[in-house]
């Protein structure tokens, strides 16, 4: 098996599409920022865990926009041989950006049958008469979610292979833009696992090439650290008893799912945005 791109060091040695140097305080950067996604790689995913890879990631792209600003940087992506290898760059910029939108939807999915159960609830004040078919409701709108989250894993595994291809010579700046689009790749990956829940487990092999740590994967462990999943089995605890009791923990994990999505929603909206920023200088470097 080829080996991932997380796990290719870059090569700055010098050439005349290479970065300046390896010691630039915006190179090493990126490199710090790199290292400590792999170093990140066999950690278990949470809210907590994935809102923290998120805010590293718009770290991360800051330091690739200065990147992107240096001369010898715009030099490096205009020249013909890159023309190959950029272009793979900007198509993997655009299936992270159509990744990115299916998190937007499910997050924002979830949210809105999270807080539709939450006014039943109140609406009901306790009262259990009807409820089975609105948490139906939600546990169907999950399957839907999980469906559009597999469609992406398998975007990303294909992006994945065009990726490890070797069409094209790849200079150092390339080099970096790669491994960058690998470690979003890994954090976009860990994002849709815990909004798809538990049921994920059996699709972590889509992007093993990626993440192969990150499949040794604890269920037991998750249930207790994902809030959206927390929800999930509190909802089907209730169908499956009926349990008037149950109705106030019901209450309270649909509460914390709904704080846990809002977080992730403002994070992934932050990193989307300046995703679309770098993939619009690139564009307007390569056509200048």
């Known amino acids: 098996m ?45 809210s907590s865990s994935t809102g923290h890879e998120l ?28 023309r190959k290898s950029v272009e793979q760059v900007l198509d993997a910029s655009l299936v992270l950006l159509d990744v990115c939108g299916t998190a937007k939807d499910a997050l924002l999915r979830t949210k809105e049958c999270t807080q539709e159960l939450q006014s039943v609830l109140r609406r009901r004040r306790g009262g ?38 070797k069409d094209g010579e790849t200079g150092a700046v390339i080099s ?55 929800a999930e089995a509190a909802l089907r605890s209730f169908i499956k008893s009926g349990n008037v009791k149950h109705v106030e923990n019901v209450q309270n994990e649909l509460q914390n799912s709904e704080l846990c999505i809002q977080d992730l929603e403002e994070g992934l909206e932050s990193f989307f945005r300046r995703l679309i920023k770098a993939r619009v200088t690139v564009l307007n470097i390569v056509n200048c």
């Open 2 to 46: 080829a080996a991932s791109p997380l796990n290719v060091q870059p090569s700055f040695h010098a050439r005349s599409n290479s970065l300046p140097s390896r010691q630039h305080p915006i190179t090493s950067q990126i490199d710090e920022n790199l290292n400590r996604f792999r170093a990140s790689q066999s950690a278990s995913t949470s």
């Open 55 to 82: 805010a590293c990631l718009q770290d991360l792209y800051d330091y690739v926009d200065m990147l992107l600003q240096f001369p010898l940087t715009q030099q490096a992506l205009a020249q013909d041989q890159q």
């Open 128 to 165: 259990v008469e009807g409820l089975g078919d609105e948490v139906r409701k939600y546990l169907t709108s999950k399957k839907e979610v999980r469906k559009a989250i597999s469609k992406a894993f398998k975007n990303l595994k294909h992006m994945d292979n065009k990726l490890m291809s």
């Open 176 to 230: 970096t833009l790669k491994q960058v689009v690998a470690a979003t790749m890994g954090v976009l990956q860990s994002l849709l696992s815990f909004i798809s829940g538990p049921e994920a487990s059996s699709r972590w092999s889509l992007v093993s090439k990626l993440m192969h740590q990150k499949s040794v994967w604890c269920e037991e462990e998750e249930e207790k650290t994902n809030e959206i999943a927390n």
